[in-house]
C-alpha cells in the first residue's frame, strides 16, 4: 500500500518541509523560532549540541533531552534562554557521555509562564559506515503523520514499511533517494493505536525507528519553527 512521500533536494527545501509536516503551530503563537536547526558535532570528549533562535518569547531555559532508543528520554543538562528577544542567539550544549554507538537529542522548551514544548529529534551515530542513516525525526508519537530525515551517500531505491510487533508489515512503499538529506513522511491512517516499527532498507542495510499512534490529544506539543 503506497503511503505519502517527501523529497527535497536543498536545505531550504527541507527547512520548508519541516515546517509544514513536523510543526503544530504557527510563528504567530511560537515561542521561539529558530534560525538554525539543532545539529550534532561529534568530537572525541563527547557529542556538541547546536542550536540558534530568530525570535524567542518568554523563553526561560532549555532542557537539553537523551534517550538510548528514541522513545525514553531523560534531561542531561539546561542551557538558560534569553527570555525575549528579538536578535539571534546561538546556544551551545556539550555531551560529555561517550561509548554509545547511536544516542537521540531533542530540546524541551520551557517558558516563563510554565508551558512546555519540543523540538523534533536529531540522531547522533558514531562511526557509521553504511550508506544511509536517519538523522532526525519527529516525535515517535503521532496521531497520524510520522517523518524522518535520511542522510544516503549514494541514489538509490529505499524501501520503508511499518511492521506491528509480530512484524507483519501494515504500509509499505519505497523512495528515490539522493546522495544527501531525504524526507519521507508516512501516513498511518487506518491503523490502530498502539506500538510499531519504522523500517527502512536499501540494498542490505536496514535501519528501524520505534513510534506509536495515539489519539490527537495525546500528540506531544511539538514547537519548531524554523525562519523561512
Not at 8 to 32: D, H, K, P
Not at 87 to 93: H, L, S, T, V
Amino acid at each position: 500500500m503506497s503511503t505519502a512521500l517527501l523529497l527535497r533536494r536543498t536545505s531550504q527545501a527541507i527547512s520548508l518541509c519541516l515546517i509544514l509536516t513536523l510543526l503544530s503551530v504557527t510563528n504567530a503563537t511560537a515561542s521561539c523560532i529558530f534560525s538554525k536547526p539543532m545539529k550534532i558535532k561529534e568530537l572525541d570528549v563527547g557529542n556538541m549540541l547546536s542550536w540558534s533562535t530568530f525570535q524567542e518569547v518568554g523563553n526561560e531555559y532549555f532542557e537539553v533531552q537523551k534517550s538510548l532508543d528514541g522513545v525514553e528520554f531523560n534531561a542531561v543538562g539546561q542551557v538558560k534562554g534569553a527570555l525575549t528577544s528579538d536578535k539571534e542567539n546561538n546556544y551551545r550544549f556539550l555531551d560529555i557521555t561517550t561509548g554509545e554507538k547511536r544516542v537521540y537529542y531533542r530540546l524541551k522548551q520551557i517558558d516563563t509562564d510554565g508551558n512546555t514544548a519540543h523540538t523534533q529529534t536529531i540522531v547522533a551515530t558514531r562511526n557509521n559506515e553504511n550508506n544511509f542513516v536517519v538523522t532526525a525525526m519527529s516525535s515517535w508519537m503521532t496521531d497520524r503523520f510520522f517523518t524522518v530525515t535520511v542522510r544516503s551517500s549514494i541514489e538509490d531505491i529505499l524501501d520503508y514499511s511499518i511492521v506491528d510487533k509480530g512484524q507483519v508489515i501494515l504500509k509499505n512503499g519505497m523512495a528515490e533517494v539522493v546522495d544527501g538529506a531525504n524526507l519521507i513522511t508516512i501516513d498511518l491512517k487506518g491503523l490502530e493505536n498502539g506500538d510499531y516499527q519504522f523500517v527502512l532498507q536499501m540494498k542490505d542495510e536496514k535501519e528501524m525507528v520505534q513510534l506509536k499512534k495515539v489519539n490527537k490529544d495525546d500528540v506531544p506539543v511539538v514547537n519548531y519553527v524554523i525562519k523561512e
